[in-house]
């Protein structure tokens, strides 16, 4: 037997699983591999920042992992062993997308899709900050959508590629607009052309 060989193809082999570990360590989302006997294989370093304060460990059953979770309130209020029982009928044969917001106020996006072997992959994605400015973007435009209707002067707002970003009820009424005309995204110039067919210039 040639011992070199055996020996070079386990160097081979340490080499390309510390790559793997290297590279999986370096992608920022968490991620956590289940075997097909839905107990934990692996996960990176992301996926415990991310769900600190309910760690997993290697070996630990997918069962121990969501009772542990529920007990520590992970979905929410209510009774854990119900709480886990819901989480557990989740079918992990095909994809799935699901938000939740932990105890601790981070808002986690949880992507499972199914591996050759028949276990599963979970992705978890923090997106507290993208959530979070979402909403304050909302937030903005509501508050610009009840100032737009509570000024007495027509408005209309374009944007640098002159369209509309906004306007209100009353430039709608004063230029004896069509309703629809001043929407965002439309084009002055489709407006100028609305006005010329009439006659207005």
């Known amino acids: 037997m040639d011992r070199s ?12 699983a510390a790559m ?17 006997d839905r107990r934990v294989l692996m996960f990176n370093r992301a996926y415990q920042e991310i769900m600190r304060g309910v760690p997993v460990t290697i070996g630990d059953s997918l069962e121990e992992v969501i009772r542990r979770r529920a007990a520590a309130g992970e979905y929410g209020p209510g009774d854990p062993d119900a709480l886990a029982g819901e ?6 044969s095909g994809p799935q997308i ?3 917001r932990r105890p601790n106020g981070t808002i986690i996006d949880i992507r499972t899709a199914p591996l050759p072997d028949g276990g599963h992959i979970s992705v978890v994605t923090d997106t507290t900050h993208l959530i979070e ?54 084009s002055q110039a489709e407006i100028l052309e609305h006005m010329r067919a009439r006659g207005e210039f």
Do not use: W
């Open 20 to 36: 793997l570990d290297g590279i999986v360590n370096a992608i920022p989302h968490g991620i956590c591999v289940y075997g097909p």
């Open 87 to 92: 989480q557990l009928s989740f079918n992990t």
């Open 133 to 186: 400015a979402e909403d304050e973007l909302s937030r903005r435009a509501y508050k610009m959508d009840l100032m737009l209707a509570n000024i007495r002067h027509g408005i209309i707002l374009f944007g640098p590629d002159h369209r509309v970003i906004a306007s209100n009820r009353i430039a709608t009424e004063l230029l004896d607009h069509p309703p629809g005309l001043l929407v965002p995204g439309r």
């Open 98 to 100: 699901r938000r939740r």
């Open 5 to 16: 060989g055996v020996a070079c193809g386990a160097e081979e082999a340490r080499l390309r």
